[in-house]
């Protein structure tokens, strides 16, 4: 596995499928290489989730998401993590955290990316079955 900064795991509102507006952004500086998955856990906060990676990243629960490599990522991270609500000037304790992370792509390749990832207590959070989110609970608009 090679340590390669320029890509980026997304599994929530960032994702194609759900296209908040810093999705647009992403659009616009990277490029989608495909889909995969990370060791760990999702769980439901409402309007988007929360990924709590686990101890062994040969578990059997993984989050799904995409990955992108990023064409400039030192003009775009600053501004998801803005979004993310982990920016230099953010308060802390910040509610995400930027990591890298070994992500498995569909082919079984392993590759080294960023990866938001939930820093809150999940105690009282319901878990995502399958590790793939849906979208926000609730009426959709």
Known sequence: MG??????????TLTSAHAAPPHRLLARA???IGQGSVAGLLFDLGAYPGLVLTEHP????????????LLAPRQVLPRL???????AGEPEPHLF??????VRL?????????????NGDVAH????????WQGPAGPRR
Do not use: M, Q
């Open 3 to 12: 340590n390669n900064k320029t890509h980026l795991f997304v599994y929530g």
């Open 30 to 32: 990277g490029r989608c």
């Open 58 to 69: 040969e578990a059997r629960k993984r989050v799904h998401g995409e990955i992108w490599r």
């Open 81 to 87: 993590d803005a979004y993310e609500g982990c920016g």
């Open 97 to 102: 955290e930027r990591r890298l992370v070994a």
């Open 106 to 118: 569909e082919s079984g390749r392993e590759l080294e990316a960023w990866v938001y990832v939930y």
């Open 125 to 132: 959070l319901r878990p995502i079955p399958g590790g793939r």
